[in-house]
């Protein structure tokens, strides 16, 4: 077996980072042989915070002879020019953008720090609170007599993915998802719960593969039924053969992140966003 690549990456951005984090780590996702190192720096918005970026840089340059990977998120060209001159590979990503649009649109961007996800719309990000507020409010089956309120119910057993999937949607989309557990109750009956049967055109369902799923179960109750292997297996195939039956729209998290979980729960379904 080949010796496994390493390498460094920064994302370094003047605001939160979460725009250059996105898009570095699709990026970087896409060499699955080298072993990235990722350390991210946020709000660097002053020259000392860019110089001692600058100076991480160098010091990993002089110490390996392969400085850090950059993923550069600034609008302040004096501060993002300490980082270009650095000596190492930078990957600027709001210029890779913003220079092109400019030409395009034949107008100057406001260089605006901040603007990617500031409150612009203050609607929208009312909208989105919340929304978050009601899928905390109705997360595992909890305040079911709201459900009429629901864009988005979603439906599994425990432990696949529906609470993280469900604040995804809530935050990112503005949607109100509330998530209810298939308990052995309902597995063992294989039919809906009360409490759903009327929202059939609101539910969707999540399955994970069973030994994902003993994995995850293990990790905080190893030993008991609930993370036995034949206590996942069993849930799972109930689970399918519920929305198998109910005709209920389905997908299997195992490999997905909860980006691409909510992502593909809203292309499928189309739900009406609030935002």
Known sequence: MPNTIKRTAFIVSDRTGLTAEAMAHSLLSQFPTIDFQIETFTFIDNNDKAREVVRRCQSILQEHGLGPMVFLTMVNDELRSQITSAGVEVFD?????????????????????????GVQDENAY???IAAMHFAMQTDDGMD????RKADLIIVGVSRCGK??????MSLHYGLYVSNYPLTDHELEFKRLPKELTAYREKLFGLTIDPHRLLQIRQ?????????????CMREIAQA?????????PYLNTTSMSVEEIGAMIVNKTKPVKRL
């Open 163 to 168: 609470t993280p999937a469900s604040l995804y």
């Open 240 to 248: 399918e053969s519920i929305f198998r039956t109910e005709k209920l």
């Open 93 to 117: 990503l709001f210029e890779t953008f913003i220079g092109p649009m400019e030409t395009r649109l034949g107008v100057k961007s406001s260089h605006t720090i901040g603007k990617s996800h």
């Open 219 to 231: 990790q905080r109750y190893k030993g008991s039924t609930y993370s036995d292997a034949t206590t």
């Open 144 to 147: 079911s007599d709201y459900y």
């Open 126 to 128: 009312t909208s989105r």
